[in-house]
């Protein structure tokens, strides 16, 4: 049984940090291609960053420079550390995995990030 459980979100000012975590059990992280993902009020989710199976990163434009996606194998865990934090980055942010191998991906319940002007 796969579970992935964010946290790390909350309430923050304009130019503000956060760092997100995902706790993953039943799915190794560093071995699947996963990613962060957001939705904001009246839009569609988007890919905010990603890794891929040979381990490359990739950003969405709007969050290069100032976010950074990385996975900690020992904790099974990966982060989104979020710097220079802006209005717009307000959104539910979802952690994501694809389990090689078996046909199926999985969503996190998601963790709320606002970002006050």
């Known amino acids: 049984q796969v579970q992935l459980v964010e946290s790390g979100g909350g309430l923050v000012q304009a130019g503000g940090s956060l760092r997100l975590s995902c706790t993953a059990s039943?799915?190794?992280?560093?071995?699947?291609?996963m990613g962060w993902y957001r939705q904001a009020p009246g839009k569609q989710r988007e890919l905010v960053a990603g890794?891929?199976?040979?381990?490359?990163?990739n950003y969405a434009d709007s969050v290069k420079g100032r976010f950074t996606i990385s996975r900690d194998n020992a904790k099974n865990t990966a982060y989104l550390q979020m710097n220079s934090l802006k209005p717009e980055d307000t959104a539910v942010y979802y952690c994501?995995?694809?389990?090689?191998?078996?046909?199926?991906?999985?969503w996190g319940q998601g963790t709320q990030v606002t970002v006050s002007s």
């Open positions: 039943g799915v190794i992280l560093t071995i699947n291609p």
């Open positions: 994501h995995v694809v389990k090689l191998g078996y046909g199926s991906d999985y």
């Open positions: 890794i891929s199976i040979g381990g490359s990163i």
